[in-house]
């Protein structure tokens, strides 16, 4: 939704992951936006978010 560009399923991203950062595709997204949305769409579960609140926290730019 904030860039317009749907990313692949995550099965075909197990194979060859190309999903670009959204501040890549769109300047006006902020790199904690960005960088959180990665994270969490991150392949390996142990990579992604524990909580909602840290997801806020990366797109607040709040460090713990």
Do not use: C, W, Y
């Amino acid at each position: 939704m904030i860039t317009g560009v749907k990313p692949d399923e995550s099965t075909n991203r197990k194979i060859k992951d190309e999903v670009v950062a959204p501040h890549e595709i769109n300047p006006l997204v902020s790199e904690n936006l960005s960088n959180a949305i990665m994270k969490a769409m991150a392949l390996e579960k142990h990579m992604r978010f524990k909580t909602v609140q840290d997801f806020l926290n990366a797109i607040n730019g709040d460090k713990k």
